[in-house]
């Protein structure tokens, strides 16, 4: 773990151009991202075979999509956006180039874990940027959706706190709170895998939807029990949960702020990427 920035103050690059292939959750269809070196600030996406210019994701770009995230840039659109962010911004990179063949990121395992081992095989380098990347916040934040809710109030560092409550024993209630920096990042989210409930799969599935989900690079529970075990951690539902909302960050980077989220989706992260971007402050 020493290729890893001890923490989030500093402007990190890829070494290198790193390449993965997967099918999308969705879609199903096969996808090659390609993950390179930028000068510039922020995360960008470009198609491959496109005369358009690379384009700097932004929160105004996420389009209404309840199971994932998708931005829509322009014509184009790019789904399931979320693991592939978390890994970027978690692993401590501030400037990266995103190119694609295709208009969903690939799921790969259903965690970031695969997108951590590609930006170790690239390699980070420090750049020597004056850009400022701590993001503060100067009064708390308050942001709910029905009984949804997500707060943040101003703290010295990025540590984070997830509540999940679901009707299945399976999952039940679970908590889990951390400081976030590059290593914890790495040993104690990027590892946890997305989950859903079979009777609501079965449903999407009769629909014509996910196409690309199975029990390799998703966790599935039934009323009563997980239907591919192991579980990576005792509580890895709670701690995907808070790799989503780290990867719908990414729009606008990590805040210098306590952030707690009860019953969190992509929909009221989005909300609180806006909501956060209105009061914060470049440090
Ligand atoms: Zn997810």
């Known amino acids: ?9 500093n402007s990190w690059t890829l070494v290198k151009p790193v390449s993965r292939t997967g099918i999308g959750l969705h879609t199903g269809i096969e996808t090659q991202v390609t993950l390179l070196p930028s000068k510039d600030k922020g995360f960008y996406v470009s198609w491959v075979n496109s005369s358009q210019p690379p384009i700097k994701l932004h929160p105004s770009h996420v389009a ?10 322009g014509k184009q659109k790019l789904s399931t956006v979320e693991h592939l ?15 694609v063949n295709g208009n969903e990121i690939p799921l790969l395992d259903g965690s970031s874990i695969e997108w951590v081992e590609a930006i170790a095989e690239a390699g980070i380098i420090k750049l020597n940027s004056s850009n400022k990347t701590e993001i503060v916040i ?4 308050v942001v709910y959706k029905g009984l949804s809710m997500i707060t943040a109030t101003p703290a010295n560092e990025f540590r984070l706190i997830g509540i999940i409550d679901f009707p299945y024993p399976a999952i039940g209630k679970q908590i889990f709170s951390l400081e976030l920096t590059p290593k914890s990042f790495v040993n104690e989210i990027a590892p946890a895998r997305t989950f859903g409930f079979k009777d609501q799969i079965d449903h999407l599935v009769s629909k014509g939807l996910i196409k690309g989900g199975n029990l390799k ?27 989503d909302l780290i990867g719908d960050l990414a729009l606008i980077g990590l805040p210098k702020a ?12 989005s909300e609180f990427a806006k909501a956060i971007q209105s009061v914060c402050s470049l440090k």
């Not at 773990?1 to 103050?9: F, H, Q, R, V």
């Not at 306590?258 to 992260?269: D, F, K, N, T």
Request: aromatic share 6%.
């Open 85 to 99: 962010l978390a890994a970027l911004i978690g692993c401590g990179l501030t400037h990266v180039h995103i190119l």
């Open 217 to 243: 690079n998703s966790l599935v529970c039934d009323e009563s029990s997980w239907l591919n075990p192991p579980l990576r951690f005792q509580n890895e539902p709670v701690r995907h949960k808070l790799l």
């Open 138 to 141: 100067n009064e708390p934040v």
């Open 258 to 269: 306590q952030v707690l989220v009860y019953r969190g989706s992509h929909a009221l992260h």
């Open 1 to 9: 773990m020493e290729w890893l920035p001890e923490n989030y103050k």
């Open 64 to 73: 209404q999509s309840p199971l994932c995230t998708t931005i829509e840039l």
